[in-house]
């Protein structure tokens, strides 16, 4: 603009040389100014550029930190409110779906088993829970397979237990027996529907085995059969070692009393579950009581 202007007013060439080197210096400083100037915005841009990356991947990182704690929360494998208030989901009739107990049995003279489970598959409800030794996959089983009644069996000795249990309703169920005269009894929503013995009399159950929720073990740990899987929920799956009052039953059934088993108690920290198997908040004992 400034040599139009000049070239207006006066012939370049006619300038006096000093003036002329001025003018030049001037038209220098002013380029020089001006690249310094574009150089800048260029930096202030690319600094932006950088800003808006480095703030994109910030709320990117919480946004997958996010979704992360959302869909571990939907697996339910997070802290629940309370430890035991939560329910293992085995939705489907697979071989690969299971809960496993992180703790085993010590030797046993007696036992009751206790616990919430729905279920309306057909025929047969499955295997609810096993417990296998080395040497006899069959140490303890819970199993309704086929169109048999419900089975209890104590070192591969069957009884057939008076319990019905597949309406899709929550019934709270519990199990006893004693090593002498192999006595048992089996309670259905705090009843006592049936008793009987010589059921492995004299056996004592052994120790350091597994304990599998929802599958029938055939070897320690595994070999299952998906027809012998258990479709449905459970929870509350205690073990005391001693046959539990009447009226102990009677209360935990009806949600008097919360009795945690005192050889396997049902806390979230002791129970891992595999092959898609899930945990959930479980619905409160009224509401499974409700249910009935």
Request: one cysteine or more; glycine letters at 8%; proline letters at 5%.
């Amino acid at each position: 603009a400034l040599k139009h202007q000049l070239r207006a007013n006066v012939s370049y060439a006619a300038l006096p040389s000093d003036l002329r080197e001025m003018l030049q210096r001037r038209l220098g400083d002013l380029e020089r100014q001006l690249l310094s100037k574009v150089a800048e915005l260029e930096d202030e841009k690319s600094l932006l550029h950088n800003e808006t990356s480095a703030h994109r991947q910030k709320t990117e990182t919480a946004l997958n930190a996010l979704l992360e704690r959302v869909s571990e929360l939907e697996k339910g494998n997070s802290a629940f409110k309370s430890p035991d208030e939560f329910k293992v989901s085995l939705p489907l009739r697979t071989n690969y779906l299971y809960g496993k107990i992180k703790k085993t049995l010590p030797e046993l003279y007696a036992f009751t088993v206790c616990l919430w489970l729905r279920s309306s598959a057909s025929p047969g409800i499955g295997t609810p829970f096993s417990y296998a030794v080395p040497g006899q996959a069959n140490e303890i089983v819970l199993i309704e397979w086929g169109n048999n009644p419900i089975e209890l069996l104590i070192n591969d000795k069957v009884a057939q237990l008076p319990l019905f249990i597949s309406d899709g309703k929550w019934h709270h169920i519990c199990i006893t027996w004693t090593t002498r005269d192999g006595m048992w009894e089996a309670f259905q929503d705090g009843e006592k529907l049936g008793t009987g013995e010589n059921l492995a009399p004299w056996h004592p159950i052994k120790p350091g085995g597994v304990l599998i929720l929802g599958q029938e073990q055939d070897t320690v740990g595994g070999r299952f059969d998906a027809t012998q899987a258990f479709v449905g929920e459970m929870s509350q799956f205690n073990i005391w070692d001693r046959v539990l009052k009447a009226e102990d039953i009677m209360n935990i059934a009806n949600c008097s009393i919360n009795m945690p088993g005192n050889i396997i108690p049902w806390v979230d920290n002791n129970v891992d579950v595999f092959g898609g198997a899930t945990k959930w908040p479980v619905e409160t004992c009224e509401e499974r009581l409700l249910d009935l």
